[in-house]
């Protein structure tokens, strides 16, 4: 089973800044948290991924909490391309990769 | 790079009948996933491979699945028999060491 629970759905405005809750409140010392998304039938692509400290790239910043319980995926300005259903993850120390039910995120315009 | 190849795209086959699977990895990867993706159940970790050699097949459905890996660049994911519950998409990926996944296209497969 994954171990992470996110919320089935959210809206968000073209533009705004999207952010996307998940929290996984049994990792482990060392298990990271990798973020993906899939845009229809498509193959799952990588978004980004941390362990501790907060991480940016030019998709998206993904900020972790103290406690590394839960994390944030932030997509600074969303478009309508980023309409998909997004992943969190987290990568176990044998790199076993689950994932859960995901957030299906509609960017309106 | 190519990517993560599958084969077919896609599959319709009558129940009762082999289907087999076919996934080539990026070169170098020395991780490989299946997954089956449906409506009802998500995306679903199949089994996975460390260096050709199975690490966990514990979502393998059942005995009428079966997946093998020969050499690092080829694995094959077998249904006999299949069934119409079977029908699902079907996605490879490869991984170098834990790093990121990459997923190929997926097989569609239909079971009628």
């Known amino acids: 089973d994954a171990k992470t629970t996110q919320p089935p759905s959210m809206d968000c405005a073209e533009g705004r800044a999207a952010n996307l809750p998940c929290n996984h409140s049994?990792?482990?010392?060392?298990?990271?948290v990798y973020w993906y998304r899939q845009i229809h039938s498509q193959g799952p692509q990588y978004i980004i991924h941390?362990?501790?400290n907060n991480e940016t790239n030019e998709m998206a910043s993904l900020i972790i909490t103290e406690d590394r319980k839960s994390s944030t995926l932030i997509l600074p300005h969303a478009t309508l391309r980023d309409t998909a259903v997004y992943y969190c993850?987290?990568?176990?120390?044998?790199?076993?990769?689950?994932f859960g039910a995901g957030t299906r995120l509609t960017v309106k315009p | 790079d190519a990517g993560v190849i599958q084969s077919p795209r896609h599959e319709v086959t009558e129940m009762g009948q082999e289907v087999t699977l076919r996934c080539k990895p990026i070169s170098g990867h020395d991780y490989l996933f299946w997954y089956r993706q449906t409506m009802m159940r998500g995306l679903e970790l199949l089994i996975y491979?460390?260096?050709?050699?199975?690490?966990?097949d514990s979502g393998m459905p059942e005995d009428r699945f079966s997946a093998k890996m020969p050499n690092a660049s080829f694995s094959t994911l077998k249904i006999q028999p299949s069934e119409p519950r079977d029908s699902a998409v079907y996605f490879c990926?490869?991984?170098?060491?834990?790093?990121?996944?990459?997923f190929g296209p997926g097989t569609r497969l239909l079971v009628l």
């Open positions: 990926a490869s991984s170098l060491a834990r790093g990121r996944l990459s």
């Open positions: 491979f460390n260096n050709n050699v199975p690490i966990d």
């Open positions: 049994t990792i482990s010392g060392n298990e990271y």
């Open positions: 941390g362990l501790k």
């Open positions: 993850i987290v990568r176990t120390n044998n790199n076993d990769m689950r």
